[in-house]
């Protein structure tokens, strides 16, 4: 996957802190700050590489990672860390 922008880490990040858990779009949106015009394209791109799973629960969509896409957010998230360490 190529380096995500900045709201795409900032959804992988919220995704990542409880990544067994089903998250709706709206709670997400709040948590991260996304606009739902900027969250639900991300959720949809995300979706069709496979980092994310979705599916109906009471008339609305849930998220939440994949395997692959737990190992993603993780590698993602190491990032920055490795960029300040060498600082």
Request: aromatic share 8%; charged share 30%; no cysteine.
């Amino acid at each position: 996957m190529r380096r995500s922008s900045p709201q795409a880490r900032q959804l992988l990040e919220a995704l990542f802190a409880d990544a067994s858990r089903w998250r709706h779009g709206y709670d997400l949106s709040r948590e991260t700050g996304l606009a739902s015009g900027t969250l639900y394209p991300i959720l949809a791109r995300l979706e069709e590489r496979g980092v994310l799973e979705a599916r109906w629960e009471q008339r609305r969509h849930v998220y939440r990672l994949t395997g692959d896409g737990i190992r993603v957010a993780r590698a993602e998230l190491a990032e920055p860390r490795r960029l300040q360490e060498a600082w």
